[in-house]
């Protein structure tokens, strides 16, 4: 078994001719399976992009969302579209709803989008204002109100997938013998994983390019499984990563290119 891992590919950034010479590279690299870290494209395209890569290569498709895929749409609006794209199309796999993925020999695949959530580095004195309040319908009306309300909506967003991420894994542990599990999520839980340049993040950036939250449960459930290997996939950062806070809980983020999607890895199962 082969999972090929990508990330931040932003196919709506690319000609056509140039996302079927990307899908054949996919169809050359002989894996099994797919995993996408989010940032696949924003929310009028990412449904057709999608089917069109999965008829290009033809094999499954798993995938949580990153902020861009919410772009020109809101959240509640994109997410029942990914469910319906989940029930129609046999080869597409939105995770959170998809649910636990077994890939065999004790090791299986899950996967929530996630959220920054301002909990990591400065952000009362943050003078960073990115694009999602401006392009994610939510995020936008609750800046308007300002920029606590902000704030108070992206932990809203991020604890809930936080807290369904921690469910999924809790069930997905009980119900089964584990040796490793994989979790696909889209930003970095951690501040020395969420990179620029080779350096962690600074104070004014960290608050929108981590998730404490999600951090906090994976140290949790790590702790408590010393076990199984959890093998964290992330992106959002475009910037290359890897950070082991703990000797079973592995966190890699890949790096991205607008305009220039490529195949971060390929993980033999």
Same mark, same amino acid.
């Given at each position: &078994?082969? *999972?090929?891992?990508?990330? /931040?590919? $932003?196919?709506?950034?690319?000609?056509?001719?140039?996302? &079927?010479?990307?899908?054949?590279?996919?169809?050359?690299?002989?894996?099994?399976?797919?995993?996408?870290?989010?940032?696949? !494209?924003?929310? %009028?395209?990412?449904?057709?992009? *999608?089917?069109?890569? !999965?008829? !290009?290569?033809?094999? %499954?498709?798993?995938?949580?969302?990153?902020?861009?895929?919410?772009?020109?749409? @809101?959240?509640?609006?994109? =997410?029942?579209?990914?469910?319906?794209?989940?029930?129609?199309? %046999?080869?597409?796999?939105?995770?959170?709803?998809?649910?636990?993925? $077994? *890939?065999?020999?004790?090791?299986?695949?899950?996967?929530?989008?996630?959220?920054? /959530?301002? =909990?990591?580095?400065?952000?009362?004195?943050?003078?960073? @204002?990115?694009?999602?309040?401006?392009?994610?319908?939510?995020?936008?009306? @609750?800046?308007?109100?300002?920029?606590?309300?902000?704030?108070?909506?992206?932990?809203? *967003?991020? /604890? #809930?997938?936080?807290?369904?991420?921690?469910?999924?894994?809790?069930?997905?542990? #009980?119900?089964?013998?584990?040796?490793?599990?994989?979790?696909?999520?889209?930003?970095?839980?951690?501040?020395? !994983? @969420?990179?620029?340049?080779?350096?962690?993040?600074?104070?004014?950036?960290?608050?929108?390019?981590?998730?404490?939250?999600?951090?906090?449960?994976?140290?949790?459930?790590?702790?408590?499984?010393?076990?199984?290997?959890?093998?964290?996939?992330?992106?959002?950062?475009?910037?290359?990563?890897?950070?082991?806070?703990?000797?079973?809980?592995?966190?890699?983020?890949?790096?991205?290119?607008?305009?220039?999607?490529?195949?971060?890895?390929?993980?033999?199962?």
């Amino acid at each position: &078994m082969k *999972l090929i891992w990508l990330t /931040d590919t $932003h196919l709506n950034f690319l000609h056509k001719e140039d996302r &079927m010479s990307f899908y054949q590279k996919i169809k050359e690299t002989s894996g099994n399976k797919v995993v996408i870290t989010g940032d696949i !494209a924003d929310a %009028p395209s990412i449904s057709s992009l *999608l089917t069109e890569m !999965a008829k !290009a290569i033809n094999i %499954p498709i798993y995938f949580v969302l990153g902020n861009h895929d919410y772009y020109h749409g @809101s959240v509640d609006l994109v =997410r029942q579209e990914m469910i319906a794209l989940t029930e129609q199309e %046999p080869l597409l796999h939105w995770l959170p709803i998809a649910g636990v993925q $077994h *890939l065999g020999h004790e090791t299986i695949l899950l996967g929530q989008d996630t959220w920054a /959530d301002g =909990r990591y580095g400065d952000y009362a004195n943050s003078l960073v @204002s990115l694009n999602d309040s401006r392009m994610i319908a939510d995020l936008f009306q @609750s800046k308007i109100l300002g920029k606590y309300a902000l704030l108070d909506k992206m932990q809203e *967003l991020a /604890d #809930k997938d936080a807290n369904h991420l921690k469910v999924n894994l809790i069930n997905a542990i #009980k119900n089964q013998t584990l040796k490793k599990i994989i979790i696909a999520l889209h930003v970095p839980p951690f501040p020395e !994983a @969420s990179l620029y340049e080779g350096k962690m993040s600074n104070d004014d950036f960290l608050p929108f390019f981590t998730s404490k939250a999600t951090g906090d449960v994976l140290l949790q459930i790590s702790k408590e499984n010393r076990d199984i290997e959890f093998l964290v996939l992330c992106g959002h950062t475009h910037s290359k990563a890897y950070w082991a806070p703990r000797n079973n809980l592995i966190v890699k983020v890949g790096a991205a290119d607008y305009g220039k999607p490529e195949i971060q890895e390929t993980i033999s199962i």
